[in-house]
Every structure is written in C-alpha cells, then in structure tokens.
RNA sequence: GGGGGAGUAGCUCAGUGGAUAGAGCAGCGGCCUUCUAAGCCGAAGGUCAAGGGUUCGACUCCCUUCUUCCCCGCCA
C-alpha cells in the first residue's frame, strides 16, 4: 500500500465518520451531488453488509433522480478509491442502498491499530476534546438516609461522568446536596420541641428521620408547629448561632452515612458544593434578574415569567418565596452563575428525576434570558433526566409515607445473593476469592439492571429484577471477561506476543466478533450524544454474546500458529473492549468467577 | 384545563424514516473425557394500543381517540 497511513480507513478509529468523509467526498467528485448530500452510514443488518449508506435515497428524491442510478454511480466512483482498496466491498442494493463489507484484510489491520484500553482512549478523547463540563448528580438531602429512590442519579450520573471523561471532555464532579432546604426547619422544630442532644444518640440518622416525620406530622395539624418550623428555617438562613451548629451536626452526620455509600459504589466527587454553599450568593440573583427585569412580584413571592413560551405562560417560575427565604430555584441559578462565571465550564449536565423537568426547563429559560442581558457566556444545559422507582402499587416510593428500601440494604442484600451464587457454582475457590467475586457481581448486577434500560423509562422495583444474574446482566459480561483472563493463563502468554503471526480470520464466529469490535466507537458515540449509557450496555451484551459463540465453536488454544494467534488477538480486543465499556458503567472487573 | 413520559412476544425491555420488528426471562428440544455449562445451539412465540394521514418506504413523523404514570406558587 502506498497511501500515508492516516489516509487508510483502517487507521480511523470511528470507522463511520472516516466513511462518511469519503462517500461525501467521492459523491462530490461524480459531479452529481451538490452540498446538501448527506451519506446518512449506519451499521447495516449482517444480512447486507457492515454500513449502508442511505443517503442517495432522499437526495435523489429531492432532485427527481433515479436513486438506483446515483447509487451505482457513486459505488463505482467508490471502487476506484484508494483508501478503501481492498478493505471494503461494496454493492448497490434496493432502490439505492450502498452497503459496504469490511474485509478480513480491514478487520486484522485495524485491530492491530486499536488494541487496549489506553489506545481507545487517546482516539476517543478527540469527541468532547476541549469541553469544560460540570456534572451535578446523586444530590441526596442531608438529614434522610439514602433509599432506593437515590440509586439511579448515582449510577446514572457516575457513568455519563466516566464516559465523557473518556471521550475527551474535563469533567468536574459536583454533589449539589440538599443541605439548606425547608426539611431544616421541621427538623429543629422537632429537635428543640423534644429537646434533643444530638451527640449522645447511637443511631443518629434514624432517630432524626423520626424526628421529620414527627414534626412533618405536626406541621399538618398545627397552625403553630406550622409557623414554628418556618421561624426555626428563617432563624438558620440569618445565621442563629444555636440553630447553624445543630445545622452542622445534623449534616456532619449525613456525610459520614453517604460516604459510606460512596465508598461501596466506588464513587467521588470533585465537589460538594451544596445548597448552603450557594447561600451568600442569592441576592446577587434576586438583584440580577429584578434590574433586568426578567422577574417580577407576584403575591409577595419574585418570580419569572415566561409567557413568550405557550408551555408556561401562566405557570410562574418561583425564584424566592415571600416571606423572603430561598428555595431551589435561587440556588439552582445562583449555581449556574457561580459556575459559568468563576469557574468557567462551558457546560452543566443535571442528573435528576423526570418529574422535575419543569423545574429545569424554567431554569434553563431564565438563564438565557438573564445572561443575555448581562453579556455573560452562555453556557450549555442539560437536563439528564430519569423515570422514577415505583413501589409495587405502580406508584412512586416516597421518603415520607412507607419505608422505601434503605439503599444500605440494597447494597447488602446484592452482594449476598451473589455470594450464595459463587458458593453454588464454585465452592472450591478461596473464601476470600468468593467475597470479592461476591462484591463485583452483586454491586455490578445493580449497576448493569439500571443502565440497561433507557433511562426515561419509569420501573417497579422488585428484588430479582434489579438483582438478577442470568442473561443481559453484568454477570454475564464478566463471565465472558474470565474466561478470557482463563485462557490467557492457560497459554502463559502475554496478552500481544502472536498479534505479528495472526492470519486473516476465517471462521464465521472469528469475523462476526471482529466486526462487533470495530463497532465499539459507534456504542460510544450514541452514548455522548444522547447521554444515555444504555446503548453501551446493549453493545457490550452483543459483543459478550458473539464472543461466547466463538469460544464454543473455535477453540483458541490450537496447534497451528496463525489460527492460534488470530484467536489470542480477537480474545485479547474483546477483553480490553469489555473491560472499558463495563469501566465506563462503573462496574468492576473479575480475572476469575 | 395546560404540559411531559409510557403503551412493541406470556413477563421485562431494545429498536437512528430504510430491507423479513429484535433481545433477555419463563416454557420446549438438544450440547460438558477438549481454553470456566454463570455457557452454547435449535424450535416456538407479534393486529408494534386503535383509527386516519404524509411518502418510493412508518414501530419511528403528523392528526384524532383510548389506557396509564408524572408535573403545574411559596417541597426538592
């Protein structure tokens, strides 16, 4: 081959924008199409080819062309085309789909070229390179445990953080806690009311969680306890020395029950800027907007209107409330501001629940309006949100009625069930291997049952759906991952030694699991894109499940040395593309199960 | 009343205007003296909620209707 090697197809690590590039291009070359062509390649059906390419079909639509004719012309300007000589073959099919087939001679060439986690990693950081992107997820309220309700912004947030960090983007991680809100006048209500000391209590959040629930009750029958709780709330938002140390009592003990949970998930934060952090910073909000004239007084309260919106045009976005406390919204934008301007991401990405999508929606408005007056640089938004956790009544599992599974159990009852597992199917391993495949397993099919389905979608929680170990599960993904690490201490071998004696694969398994590795850029890409990691899991479950076809019907440990050393190199990209896609779920890795 | 999500196999869910709508689970039939059977192979399973429309082509876009969940001023 004489071309430069940046040249070949081979040598792009996101196979579809490389082929893209070249059709566009080839297209132009025929003289036939002008600049609104677009090649539109997806991978195609196997049945067809790897890509197809289906964007003659409304070219010559909105040109009055045979779209049959385009296409056999632009296939075989494609032909003659250096850069894909000999490494994909393409045909024409249809009223004008252009399918193109990777050749075995592509496949091994570009599996040298991307071979490990790090080399992934340098070719995929060119996708968000440059960005500035701060993350705002898991967000529990101080003074509550967490329950099953905070799992999904946990796991959800923690992988789209670790994917775009990936890809590229500096990520900064910001756990925006609700340590400020109005639960904090309840709760010293209820505190002084039954005159507690909070330093000599065993089981501090427990007895706290009474204490709201007990005062939320009182609340609801006491015009008096009901005004109590709102002078405690305005005593500790002006600074009362008696209620701010209770304040950092209550959350010193929230932060070591979180961080206890953090720890088990694996998961840490840049920050902890939470609402209380921002608590100085209102009045240049309420200032700010009220000199634009972006808010208004709307019965006491300052509010915003967006009436140039149908959605909202009698619906008030609420930025403080009129007995002049702050609530969400003033430290939602006070957020915004401090991050924009002193540390200056250019985006924010928020992980939360769908009900709250007014909520952001309202937010993202009045920041447009307001930095636009301002001349402040406008950044990016987006609201990364999720269905809720129902309870088995179809309704959403609520803190304050009922007793939602404490994610501590959660947790628990995981990596249990998955220890009885291990017993079952190996008993023979070490004790302390058993625990520590018990923990991987356990928290990872936790990790995996959430990401695996779109986010959007609401789900009833029930033990053995989120706690599953067959089929698309983590489990399956790390069983493939071991046997791999298996065979490789079989041979004694280094994971590279053969790639210079492999032969061009052959066998239907060898090219099905080589063509679901080239796929992997694809995976990544839907998934920084919609920010929505379950395309990565369905990825990672087909190439799992091709890789578990050719372990059965192509033995690897074989005699002749090409097959063999083909083999080794497919089962050496499939566990590094595995092992980064499930690091990129937040899941922990097994050499042995 | 306004707005948003969902409705696809018995169950749980994928599906970017593209070719014969796919997985997992459950159930059925096979495969372990060979690199880990937490596995593999096979068969079966569908009015894509209903009805219209747009077009070469609709699960996908538009309209109407039905079912269901959620949000809509001082909670977050």
Avoid at 493 to 502: I, M, R
Wanted: hydrophobic content about 40%.
């Amino acid at each position: 081959m004489s071309e430069s090697r940046q040249e070949v197809l081979s040598a792009h690590f996101f196979v579809e924008s490389a082929l893209t590039q070249l059709i566009e291009r080839a297209a132009r070359a025929t003289g036939l199409f002008d600049e609104s062509f677009s090649a539109d390649i997806r991978p195609a059906d196997p049945r067809f080819g790897d890509f197809q390419a289906n964007g003659v079909l409304p070219f010559a639509k909105r040109n009055k062309q045979n779209p049959r004719a385009l296409a056999e012309t632009l296939a075989s300007k494609l032909q003659s085309e250096p850069t894909l000589d000999g490494l994909a073959v393409i045909s024409v099919a249809g009223p004008g789909f252009i399918n193109f087939s990777l050749t075995p001679r592509f496949l091994l060439s570009w599996l040298k070229n991307f071979a490990s986690e790090t080399s992934f990693q340098s070719s995929a950081k060119h996708f968000l390179e440059g960005k500035r992107i701060s993350i705002d997820y898991s967000s529990p309220n101080t003074a509550k445990q967490m329950h099953v309700g905070h799992l999904r912004s946990m796991i959800i947030g923690e992988s789209i953080q670790r994917i775009l960090r990936f890809c590229g983007a500096s990520v900064h991680r910001d756990n925006h806690i609700g340590d400020w809100g109005t639960q904090f006048g309840i709760l010293l209500f209820a505190i002084k009311k039954n005159q507690v000391d909070l330093a000599t209590l065993q089981e501090p959040l427990e007895e706290l969680e009474k204490l709201y629930k007990e005062g939320y009750a009182l609340t609801k029958t006491s015009e008096e306890a009901l005004n109590g709780a709102r002078s405690e709330l305005v005593k500790l938002q002006q600074g009362d020395a008696e209620n701010l140390h209770l304040w950092q009592q209550i959350n010193a003990v929230s932060y070591r029950a979180f961080d206890e949970i953090y720890a088990e998930m694996d998961i840490a934060f840049d920050n902890v800027w939470g609402e209380s952090f921002y608590r100085d910073k209102v009045d240049r909000v309420y200032n700010e907007l009220h000199e634009c004239g972006v808010s208004e007084e709307s019965d006491g309260a300052q509010v915003v209107f967006h009436r140039d919106v149908e959605q909202f045009k009698d619906q008030p976005f609420l930025i403080r409330k009129s007995d002049g406390a702050s609530n969400y919204a003033s430290t939602d934008l006070a957020t915004v501001l401090f991050k924009v301007l002193e540390c200056g991401f250019g985006e924010i990405v928020y992980v939360t629940d769908g009900r709250q999508q007014d909520h952001f929606q309202q937010l993202f408005l009045t920041v447009k309006k307001w930095f636009a007056k301002k001349h402040y640089p406008m950044p990016e938004l987006h609201h990364v949100w999720f269905g809720t956790i129902l309870g088995e009544d179809g309704k959403a599992i609520k803190t304050r009625s009922g007793d939602p599974i404490r994610l501590k159990e959660l947790i628990r009852e995981a990596i249990a069930r998955a220890y009885s597992i291990v017993e079952e199917k190996n008993p023979d391993l070490a004790e302390s291997d058993k625990q520590h495949i018990a923990k991987a397993v356990g928290l990872g099919a936790l990790r995996y049952a959430d990401l695996v389905q779109n986010r959007t979608n609401d789900y009833v929680f029930a033990w053995d759906k989120l706690l599953s170990f067959d089929g698309n599960t983590a489990p399956y993904l790390l069983y493939a991952v071991a046997r791999i690490h298996a065979i490789f201490r079989k041979a004694q071998l280094p994971l590279f030694d053969l790639d210079n004696s492999a032969s061009a694969f052959e066998t239907p398994e060898e090219l099905a699991l080589a063509k679901k590795l080239v796929a992997f850029p694809f995976a990544l890409k839907q998934a920084i894109d919609e920010l929505r990691p379950h395309f990565i899991c369905h990825y990672l479950f087909e190439l799992s499940s091709l890789f578990s076809s050719f372990y059965n019907a192509n033995r690897v440990l074989v005699d002749e040395t090409d097959v063999k050393a083909r083999r080794f190199l497919l089962c050496s990209r499939t566990l590094a593309t595995l092992e980064t896609g499930l690091h990129l779920l937040g899941i922990k890795t097994l050499h042995l199960m």
